[in-house]
């Protein structure tokens, strides 16, 4: 069975059962090297030469956020017309479509089947 290792807010067990308060650890070594290859510190602070501070983590991320104001607003331009064609045929398209079919060689019978014209 697992043993709840947190006490209370930032205070842990370690594995021999001593009280290891992580706040307080993270205070006290907020201003060292951070380990990896960008140079800042454990608070996010750009060092340079000797573990100086160049620029504090509050300028970063305020140049940050001022830098990126979001998507930019497209402005888009609309055509002044829209032509809308009507592709479903009406009644009378259709009863139109019947004549000429009529007219040219084909006879319609009472049953609304086609059958050639006699010559």
Known sequence: MEKNTRVAGGVYLSAKGKKVDMDSLRQRNELMPAVGN???NA???LLGKGGKIIKTRETIMKEYYEK???MPEEQIEYPQEIKVENTIDSPQKKNKKKAE???DKWLEDADGNFI???A
Do not use: Q
């Open 38 to 40: 960008i140079p800042v």
């Open 43 to 45: 608070r996010g602070d």
């Open 68 to 70: 990126s104001k979001g």
């Open 101 to 103: 079919l009529n007219t």
């Open 116 to 118: 050639p014209k006699e």
